[in-house]
């Protein structure tokens, strides 16, 4: 059974910093390629930023700059590093990975960007 779980949201003031991490269990995690993706109240969600299973990272426009994604094969987590962080990227955050045939997601974890 595959499984993403988030942790790592939270509260935060304008300017400020927080990481995501997502642990997978169930898959072979290496030759996944791993996502985050937000999605804010009344709008749909979004990709925020890719990372393939050779490291390559690919970010949304409004992030560049500000987040990065990484990834630990060893520890199966690929994290979120958010920096700068503005009210705009206030949302809630899941992980997600796709397989041959279903797209995995996590729970998902509340980040609000407020002062």
């Known amino acids: 059974q595959v499984r993403l779980v988030e942790s790592g949201g939270g509260l935060v003031q304008p300017g400020g910093s927080l990481r995501l991490d997502c642990t997978a269990s169930?898959?072979?995690?290496?030759?996944?390629?791993m996502s985050w993706y937000r999605q804010a109240p009344g709008k749909q969600r979004e990709s925020v930023a890719t990372?393939?299973?050779?490291?390559?990272?690919d970010y949304a426009d409004s992030v560049k700059g500000r987040f990065t994604i990484s990834r630990d094969n060893a520890k199966n987590t690929v994290y979120l590093q958010m920096n700068s962080l503005k009210p705009e990227d206030t949302a809630v955050y899941y992980c997600?990975?796709?397989?041959?045939?279903?797209?995995?997601w996590g729970q998902g974890t509340q980040v609000t960007v407020s002062s």
């Open positions: 997600n990975t796709k397989g041959r045939r279903t797209t995995y």
């Open positions: 169930g898959i072979i995690f290496r030759i996944y390629d």
């Open positions: 990372i393939s299973s050779g490291g390559s990272a």
